[in-house]
């Protein structure tokens, strides 16, 4: 089931859009974006997790993160 809010995310691609020249966005693709940004954010959040653990912590902090998204 989806987390993330369609509304910031067709306010993102609306936004996007405009300054491209594109005056629309279908819903299917916000739905589309959207459901990648989940999948991205869960992947890191995993990544950003383990590095906390392996760090001896119980807080993921923005340096897990960081670490996480340098990881290829």
């Known amino acids: 089931m989806a987390e993330l809010p ?5 306010r993102i691609m609306r936004k996007i859009g405009l300054s491209e020249g594109v005056d629309r966005v279908s ?3 916000v739905q589309e974006l ?3 940004l989940e999948s991205i954010a869960v992947e890191l959040s995993k990544k950003s997790a383990i590095y906390s653990k392996h760090a001896g912590r119980k807080t993921i902090t923005h340096e897990d993160v960081r670490l996480a998204r340098e990881q290829k």
């Open 27 to 29: 819903e299917r693709a």
């Open 34 to 36: 959207r459901d990648e």
């Open 6 to 10: 369609l509304a910031p995310v067709e």
